[in-house]
């Protein structure tokens, strides 16, 4: 586990010579300064995190993890857990939504199954993962994670994950108020729950968080002591957490080690990366922070708990249109805003090249 904080807390930054070389070269464009609004900044973030004055997109892979979760025979979802296997099988067959939206942008996909798919502990009554088996998890997303690479898109695929997911988040973040107890605040509906379905769900996670919230406190010397009553972000994944979302704290990690942007699929995705933002040395939203290398794909609504995550971490989705299907769907469409935005930098004229008469 120490070695494991050491890698989150020394983290590689973006080529500030690649972002003012392509900044520089938006500006000679045949257009408005400004006027391809976020565009413009995606092509700077892609460089930047590439290292290169000029992004590519050539290998684009989308990565999903899929893991199965204890909690789940709690009846934390209308699905059973078998879904898991499942899905993973159609996948495998090319049946799935994320496999015709890959496809659709041109991006590789894999699909990998985390610990066998044996599920974690019941986080209600001991901690999701043992030490060692949170690390092997953490391990297999950081060496799924390719070496040729110019943008990584991470999904995740495991009945019950929104409820890891929303302890986790609840853990993390400051807790809110006004709005009940934190598995109200944190709970979602997930692949179908109704109110009843709703308020176990959010019973199950303050139970979670009332057995392990002690065990969370970061041990002293860890970090100044100002923050030593801030949860541990890498305990908290381990006890809270689930294999599919280790995997894809690994994942996340050995991008930012790599030099390869991320695409961020959702509620589940964002949690399960949470702890890199909290251990990096800055704010969670800090444009040098640990999930700085990130995008968020989307965000369904204005308001609930994904939006409520994003804002914690400083990411602002690139896409809404409803999406909560999971399996990184959102991930994978927003792969076409980017290649947009990459086209634009690098097609279009200049004004010179244009002949169009610059403004006065």
């Known amino acids: 586990m120490q070695a494991l904080r050491a890698l989150c807390s020394a983290l590689p930054?973006?080529?500030r010579n690649a972002q003012n070389a392509i900044a520089a070269r938006e500006a000679t464009l045949c257009k408005p300064a400004g006027s391809l609004g976020r565009l413009e900044g995606l092509t700077r973030w892609l460089g930047g995190w590439q290292r290169r004055p000029t992004p590519r997109l050539d290998h684009v892979h989308v990565l999903i993890f899929a893991g199965n979760h204890g909690v789940a025979a709690r009846g934390v979802s209308p699905w059973p857990p078998e879904v898991t296997a499942q899905m993973l099988a159609t996948f495998s067959h090319g049946g799935a939504a994320i496999n015709q939206i890959a496809r659709s942008v041109g991006a590789t996909l894999d699909a990998v199954p985390v610990n066998a798919l044996d599920p974690t502990a019941d986080f209600t009554t001991r901690p999701a993962m043992t030490e060692a088996a949170f690390l092997a998890a953490v391990a297999t997303g950081f060496d799924t994670v390719p070496t040729q690479c110019d943008l990584l898109c991470l999904g995740e695929m495991g009945i019950g994950n929104t409820t890891a997911a929303s302890a986790l988040a609840a853990a993390l973040s400051p807790p809110e108020t006004g709005t009940g107890t934190p598995g109200q605040c944190w709970a979602g509906r997930g692949t179908g729950l109704d109110n009843a379905g709703l308020a176990h769900?959010?019973?199950?996670?303050?139970?979670?968080?009332?057995?392990h919230g002690p065990a969370l406190e970061l041990e002293p010397g860890l970090e100044p002591e100002s923050a030593r009553h801030r949860p541990d972000p890498l305990e908290a994944a381990r006890r809270l957490g689930g294999y599919e979302l280790a995997a894809l704290l690994g994942a996340t990690l050995?991008?930012?080690?790599?030099n390869i942007p991320v695409l961020l699929d959702g509620f589940v995705c964002m949690a399960a990366a949470a702890p890199l933002a909290l251990m990096a040395g800055t704010s969670p939203g800090h444009p040098d922070g640990g999930l700085a290398h990130t995008c968020l794909s989307h965000c369904a609504t204005q308001t609930g708990q994904t939006r409520r995550l994003a804002d914690f971490l400083g990411l602002d989705p690139l896409l809404g249109l409803g999406l909560r299907l999971g399996e990184g769907s959102g991930a994978a469409l927003a792969v076409s805003v980017l290649r947009a935005a990459l086209a634009c930098h690098t097609g279009m004229a200049t004004f010179e090249q244009a002949a169009v008469t610059h403004r006065t």
């Open 13 to 15: 930054q973006a080529d």
């Open 254 to 258: 050995a991008a930012r080690h790599r």
């Open 201 to 211: 769900k959010a019973r199950m996670i303050d139970a979670a968080l009332a057995l």
